[in-house]
T-cell receptor
Framework: NAGVTQTPKFRVLKTGQSMTLLCAQDMNHEYMYWYRQDPGMGLRLIHYSVGEGTTAKGEVPDGYNVSRLKKQNFLLGLESAAPSQTSVYFC???????????FGPGTRLTVL | AQRVTQPEKLLSVFKGAPVELKCNYSYSGSPELFWYVQYSRQRLQLLLRHISRESIKGFTADLNKGETSFHLKKPFAQEEDSAMYYCALVYSSASKIIFGSGTRLSIRP
């Protein structure tokens, strides 16, 4: 099992560019989440999904979109990147709320 | 409102000293709480969950509903414990988990 994987590991964008981050899990988990991690602010939930074809907004959804077309994949899109979106992005999945979350290795994104 | 508070951004203790990382929560329902650890440049890993009442790497955490706390403790700190620690609350009615802002634990030799 690969667990939770994220692509890419690093990326540098210019303001206004777009990109998609891919999260994949091979544990057949229903729940998937995207977080951003910033110094002094911990982990903040961007969007999440409770099953294939469903998405919901988290704490800081503005400027991001997501899709969950397949159960194993959860995509995070930035349509027009801004410097405020410079962060480390973590994906997580879970089979149930009491089971704990499994995290990906993170994607370090810099927007210039 | 649901909230997880970790009042200490940084905690520095000597090797062999006891460690206590504080976590307080605000939640109207029955809480399910976790501690996660993130070693330098690694992904977050589940350290322990309150429902299992387990001890992992010498760490324990007790849920105190009266004080709405879930502090993480270890009697004798080791250098390899240096990491970022996050307390997390499951917000079951919304199918999500809320993290505190984290405490960086630094163990001095």
């Amino acid at each position: 099992n690969a667990g939770v994987t994220q692509t890419p590991k690093f990326r540098v964008l210019k303001t206004g560019q777009s990109m998609t981050l891919l999260c994949a899990q091979d544990m057949n988990h229903e729940y998937m989440y995207w977080y951003r991690q910033d110094p002094g602010m911990g982990l903040r939930l961007i969007h999440y999904s409770v099953g294939e074809g469903t998405t919901a907004k988290g704490e800081v959804p503005d400027g991001y979109n997501v899709s969950r077309l397949k159960k194993q994949n959860f995509l995070l899109g930035l349509e027009s990147a801004a410097p405020s979106q410079t962060s480390v992005y973590f994906c997580a999945s879970s089979y149930g709320l009491a089971g704990g979350w499994f995290f990906g290795p993170g994607t370090r994104l810099t927007v210039l | 409102a649901q909230r997880v508070t970790q009042p200490e951004k940084l905690l520095s203790v000597f090797k062999g000293a006891p460690v206590e990382l504080k976590c307080n929560y605000s939640y109207s329902g029955s809480p399910e709480l976790f501690w996660y650890v993130q070693y330098s440049r690694q992904r977050l890993q589940l350290l322990l969950r309150h429902i299992s009442r387990e001890s992992i790497k010498g760490f324990t955490a007790d849920l105190n509903k009266g004080e709405t706390s879930f502090h993480l403790k270890k009697p004798f700190a080791q250098e390899e414990d240096s990491a970022m620690y996050y307390c997390a609350l499951v917000y079951s009615s919304a199918s999500k988990i809320i993290f505190g802002s984290g405490t960086r634990l630094s163990i001095r030799p």
